[in-house]
């Protein structure tokens, strides 16, 4: 059995499959930032975000996001692609930053984009020089504590990083939702976009429920504790 | 072994007429014992195919009746029972959860496979039994849809699962995929129970189960199943150009 290659891969620029924004794909390399440990990622990460929110001030936000701009420089990963990934999120931070201007002044609206951009830049970089498989082990790794509270940290790392992998899926909804309210002439109506993307994200949601389902995977061992008795006729299992 | 005790599957649905939803039956109460190695399951669009392959692993659970695998009832061992029943459905990128094929079978051996290092050595042999090692690093998305549900395919097995459900697995491919899924299939140790429209493919089950309108309408060996199916799909069809639509 040799399947033929027949993908869309000989035509001219290639088709970008929806989900495969920054968040999503991994970019194979060999940069230092592909090669640091996962750990160290998640925890650049965590720590970025953190200052990001407790560090007042312009000048602490801005060099925040040249450090996240020059991990991009380092990695490799081109950071065009990465942006076009994420276009509606730098929308919705740009929305924020005007609400800000408005209560705050400009200086409060630049300190709340560069906390902001940093934070996104650098997830999505630490999702595009990990692989999965890393960052499940890692996460697993850090939720262990979680067994002496009753959670399984097998669990937990997979829920967190299919978490990770569905901002790609929220951005896209919203953005093809936004679309769709506007091809309606609805684009003024944010319940036109709300509604539709919020429908997708729970598919979404439920249909990676199933795909786990369907291997056994993401459910603790042992029996299914007992349910209530529900008044719905279909106990959907999933 | 796959058992079904008066199994009854039912859902509210909306009232057309707008009024309060109402309950309406899936699929009406039915006792199965299901050991042969190939079971397939034909029917019209709508008859209850899929509801009937949703009850072996857990997905959608009966209304009253019980579903056992092997002894497991999927109500209240639903985990156990997936760990035996691997599931696999018509679109594979309802299955796919990571961004490439190495990653997505690697997922499936975190149980078996503790060591990241030996995890990803078996996730690429699963991958070259199934011809995808090229592909192995590849997006998914860049895959064919027959790549694609080769890969569902290997990322389910790569669990051992017991029996194998296959909801019409190669309703969106070409007779060429076709043919290539339809010989991994046959070729499994597996206990198979597979969803189809292809009836050339559930002429070499062991059994057949036609179902219509929720019901297990015939039940038996292959040839006569078929028959009964297309006896029963040729009057559908006259009715329709009669004009009175069942
Ligand atoms: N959760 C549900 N709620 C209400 N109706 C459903 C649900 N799932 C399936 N149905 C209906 O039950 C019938 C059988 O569905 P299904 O088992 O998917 O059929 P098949 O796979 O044979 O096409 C269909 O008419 C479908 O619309
Ligand atoms: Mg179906």
Redesign the pocket.
């Known amino acids: 059995m040799t399947p033929t290659p027949d993908g869309p891969e000989a035509t001219g620029r290639p088709l970008r499959a929806p989900w495969s924004g920054p968040l999503g794909l991994y970019r194979p390399g060999t940069s230092p930032v592909h090669r640091a440990p996962g750990g160290a990622k998640l925890v650049a990460l965590l720590v970025v975000t953190t200052l990001g929110v407790v560090l007042q001030g312009v000048p602490s936000a801005l060099v925040l996001l040249a450090l996240v701009l020059l991990a991009y420089a380092v990695a490799r990963v081109p950071l065009r692609g990465s942006a076009g990934g994420l276009t509606a999120t730098l929308l919705g931070i740009g929305v924020l930053a005007v609400f800000r201007w408005w209560s705050d002044g400009p200086a409060g609206a630049i300190e709340l984009t560069a906390d902001l951009l940093a934070a996104v830049l650098l997830a999505a970089l630490v999702t595009a020089t990990t692989r999965s498989d890393v960052l499940l082990d890692t996460l697993a790794r850090a939720a262990r504590p979680l067994r002496h509270v009753g959670l399984a940290p097998e669990q937990v790392s997979l829920a967190i990083a299919l978490m990770l992998r569905t901002v790609p899926v929220l951005v896209v909804s919203t953005v093809e939702s936004r679309d769709a309210a506007r091809a309606r002439g609805l684009g003024r109506d944010p319940r036109a976009v709300v509604v539709p993307a919020a429908v997708r994200m729970v598919g979404h949601a439920h249909r990676v429920g199933e795909a786990l389902a369907a291997r056994g995977l993401g459910e603790p061992d042992g029996p299914t504790p007992p349910r209530a008795a529900d008044s719905h006729p ?1 106990r ?1 299992g999933a | 072994m796959i058992a079904l005790d008066a199994v009854h599957v039912t ?3 909306p009232d057309p007429a707008g009024g309060a939803d109402r309950v ?1 039956t ?2 009406h109460p039915l006792s199965l014992r299901l050991d042969e190695p190939r079971v397939a399951v034909i ?12 009850l072996l692993n857990g997905l959608v659970l009966p209304s009253s009746g019980r579903v056992t695998v092997d002894g497991l009832d999927t109500a209240r061992d639903g985990a156990a029972v997936r760990r035996l029943v691997g599931f696999v459905f018509t679109d594979p990128d309802a299955q796919i959860v990571m961004p490439t094929p190495v990653e997505d079978v690697a997922l499936s051996l975190r149980r078996t496979h503790p060591d990241a290092r030996e995890r990803a050595q078996a996730a690429r042999a699963v991958l070259a039994r199934f011809g995808l090692a090229a592909r192995a690093d590849q997006p998914v998305h860049s895959l064919s849809g027959g790549q694609r549900q080769l890969l569902a395919l290997a990322a389910v097995l790569a669990t051992e699962p017991r029996v194998l459900v296959l ?2 697995p190669t309703t969106l491919l070409d007779l060429a995929w076709r043919a290539v899924v339809d010989d991994l299939v046959a070729g499994l140790e597996q206990q198979v129970v597979e ?1 189809t429209h292809d009836l050339d493919a559930a002429g070499h089950a062991d059994r057949v189960l036609v ?1 219509d309108e ?1 019901r297990v309408v015939h039940d038996g060996a292959p040839d006569e199943a078929v028959r009964h199916y297309r006896t029963l799909m040729a009057a559908r069809a006259s009715r329709v150009r009669d004009g009175s639509p069942s």
Not at chain 2, 43 to 54: E, H, P, V
């Open positions: 279909l959907s | 859902a509210w649905s309406v899936l699929l029917g019209a669009n709508g008859s209850g195919k899929s509801t009937l392959a949703r909801d019409e969803v179902v929720g």
